[in-house]
Structures are given as structure tokens and as C-alpha cells.
């Protein structure tokens, strides 16, 4: 069975840090995914990007918002990816929820975590 779980999120002051993982059960990241992915999604917004990192090269994208500030990277013996992030914001807060997008051959399709909350308030 395919899952992916977040940990990590909390509250936490401006300026603080947070790590956030995503362990994933039923297929292997390094093998069977062509981009592991962070979103998040704010009260009454969309849910939108963060960071992306391409499974074939570890290439690495972030939304303009979080450049310089979080840091994605992917543990492909524990198959387990991360987010870093530093120097929170009040607007940073959201539940934040990792994706992977499966290669054609392992599938093909989606999967979505359940959502870890993040909060950042004085």
C-alpha cells in the first residue's frame, strides 16, 4: 500500500525553524518517482508549490516566496524526503502536504500526504 506521511510541523515563532519529513511506504523514492514534491495550502487559499526535486538528478525548484529560506532534499536509503525550513514567517503558515509523482513504469499517477500544520505567530 502506497502512503506518505508528514511529520515535523508545529508552532513556532518568526524568525524560528522547522524541519518537516515525509516517509513513504509501498514504493522506493529513488526508483519509482520522477519528482518528490512540498505544497502547502493556507486558510481559504489555493494550494500551491513550495519546492520540487527531480528523482533523476536532484535538481532542485522553490516558489519565489521560500527561496534562501527552505531547503528540500530527499534520504533515498531511509526513503524519506525533508524540508528545512528557516527564518519562518507568519505568511509561511499552512498545512503543508508532500507529493510524489510516480514514473509511468512504477504506475504512474500521484500521492499525497496528509498535511502536516505550520504554524508561525508571535
Known amino acids: 500500500q502506497v502512503q506518505l506521511v508528514e511529520s515535523g510541523g508545529g508552532l513556532v515563532h518568526p524568525g524560528g525553524s522547522l524541519t518537516l519529513s515525509c516517509v513513504v511506504s509501498?514504493?522506493?523514492?529513488?526508483?519509482?518517482?520522477?519528482?518528490m514534491n512540498w505544497y502547502r495550502q493556507a486558510p481559504g487559499k489555493e494550494r500551491v508549490l513550495v519546492a520540487r526535486?527531480?528523482?533523476?538528478?536532484?535538481?532542485?525548484i522553490y516558489a519565489g516566496s521560500v527561496k534562501g529560506r527552505f531547503t528540500i532534499s530527499v534520504d533515498n536509503a531511509k526513503d524519506t524526503m525533508y524540508l528545512q525550513m528557516n527564518n519562518l514567517k507568519p505568511e509561511d503558515t499552512a498545512v503543508y502536504y508532500c507529493?510524489?509523482?510516480?514514473?509511468?513504469?512504477?504506475?504512474?499517477?500521484?500521492?499525497w500526504g496528509q498535511g502536516t500544520q505550520v504554524t508561525v505567530s508571535p
Open positions: 507529493n510524489a509523482v510516480i514514473s509511468y513504469r512504477a504506475g504512474g499517477g500521484s500521492r
Open positions: 526535486i527531480i528523482s533523476s538528478d536532484s535538481s532542485t
Open positions: 509501498g514504493f522506493t523514492l529513488s526508483a519509482s518517482t520522477l519528482s
